[in-house]
């Protein structure tokens, strides 16, 4: 019914860029109202990064506020800037037809039904 699919990823050197992609297939706007981008580090639990509701609404994790634009058109993109090592993880993209995933101060991924499969971004200093 709805599947993701994330480009984008690869490797960068501290303070470069890098544009990850999420190709939505649904039925219906609806199935995937809210959608996010979470991250996750070797040894380390997924957390959120940034998510996008409706058309306007977005929220962002602390440390990329100012670094990272979460946008969405065909696709959910994650623009990231001014990258560090500290991003290096893997990348989801996520989705719900709920709201609650993405009116949360620390959005869970217990709040998103569908996933891609992930894409690894690499930051070397």
């Known amino acids: 019914q709805v599947q993701l699919v994330e480009s984008g990823g690869g490797s960068v050197q501290v303070g470069g860029s890098l544009t990850l992609s999420c190709a939505v297939s649904?039925?219906?706007?609806?199935?995937?109202?809210?959608m996010g981008w979470f991250r996750q580090a070797p040894g380390s639990a997924r957390q959120a990064v940034a998510t996008?509701?409706?058309?306007t609404t977005v929220w962002y994790t602390d440390s990329v506020k100012g670094r990272f634009t979460i946008s969405r058109d065909n696709a959910l993109v994650l623009s990231m800037n001014y990258l560090k090592p500290e991003d290096t993880a893997m990348y989801y993209c996520?989705?719900?037809?709920?709201?609650?995933?993405?009116?949360?101060?620390?959005?869970?991924?217990?709040?998103?039904?569908?996933w891609g499969q992930g894409v690894q971004v690499t930051v070397s200093s």
């Open positions: 996008f509701y409706g058309y």
């Open positions: 996520a989705a719900d037809p709920a709201s609650y995933g993405c009116f949360s101060d620390s959005p869970s991924e217990d709040r998103f039904r569908y």
């Open positions: 649904s039925t219906e706007y609806r199935h995937t109202e809210c």
